[in-house]
């Protein structure tokens, strides 16, 4: 970009901040796609307003902006996480998951209503992540984990996190990650209680902690969306870590939750 178009940004800046209504303006004066915008404002060394209360510097938000997250699976945690992602600022966002909205999903899953029961849980994933975050680029795919586009995706992408509701899947997930030298972020979740672990490419966490549990049965259980909500934040703020190389050992500790009785776990794993 040359100086005019920095001086132009500069112009609708306050206080080193682009607001909403500022970056339409640009968007209309370059005309440029929303993901466009925003890389363009980043990159002349503004801050898109809406990310001021994630107290992030300019080159951490860059930072998120220019990463990519897989997310297998779009349930509750799913959902959550991808929520939790576009109003931090991911950039890059990809959905794997091939199910449709129950009833039985009202309780808990924040993309589910009354208007869009059995309606595809990727598609409506990324239609209120785009209402929510129009600048971010997101990829959904109707498909389970076990297909090539899976794959394809998981090359490109940063970190992946693990939002499925089954062991088999998650194995699947972990050797595959492995096999690409990715890292993935697992969790589970079941009534109370929740769990995550920073997995690291070769270190077989599930296999060797969970291999007996192998089955493709969905978890049957009675999840509460206040659970939902507590490893929610507890994954953003593990992936934030990773993404912006501020993760520490103690990060990679395995993480439990048991919100009925508020006990609160890290220890090595």
């Known amino acids: 970009m040359d100086n005019s178009g920095i001086e ?3 112009q609708l800046s306050a206080n080193g901040y682009i607001s909403f209504n ?11 796609s929303p993901w466009e915008t925003e890389k363009l404002i980043l990159a002349a060394g503004f801050i898109p307003l809406k990310y001021k209360k994630n107290n992030l510097n300019l080159n951490d938000q860059k930072r998120a902006f220019n990463s990519k997250i897989l997310i297998a699976g779009c349930g509750a945690t799913g ?9 931090l600022g991911i950039g890059n966002i990809i959905l794997f998951d091939p199910d449709r909205f129950e009833d039985t999903n009202l309780n808990r899953q924040i993309f589910s209503n009354e208007s869009n029961l059995f309606a595809s849980k990727a598609a409506e994933t990324e239609k209120q992540l785009k209402n929510i975050n129009s600048s971010v680029n997101i990829n959904f795919y109707e498909k389970s984990i076990e297909s090539q586009d899976f794959l394809t995706c998981l090359k490109d992408a940063d970190l992946a996190v693990d939002a499925l509701d089954n062991f088999k899947s998650r194995l699947y997930l972990e050797k595959k990650c492995s ?3 990715k890292k993935f972020i697992h969790t589970a979740i079941s009534g109370w209680c929740g769990q995550a672990k920073i997995v690291c490419p070769g270190e077989d966490f599930l296999l060797k902690t969970f291999g007996d549990k192998i089955n493709n049965s969905p978890e049957e259980s009675s999840n509460l969306f206040s659970a939902v909500m507590t490893l929610c934040g507890i ?6 870590k990773i993404l912006l190389n501020k993760e520490k050992d103690s990060d990679r500790n395995f993480i439990f939750f048991d919100l009925e009785h508020f006990d609160f776990i890290s220890e090595q794993g």
């Open 235 to 240: 994954v953003t703020s593990l992936s934030v």
């Open 79 to 87: 959902q959550a996480f991808a929520q939790s992602f576009a109003r």
């Open 179 to 181: 096999d690409k030298e």
């Open 22 to 32: 500022s970056a339409e303006k640009i968007a209309l004066d370059f005309n440029l």
């Open 8 to 10: 132009k940004i500069a």
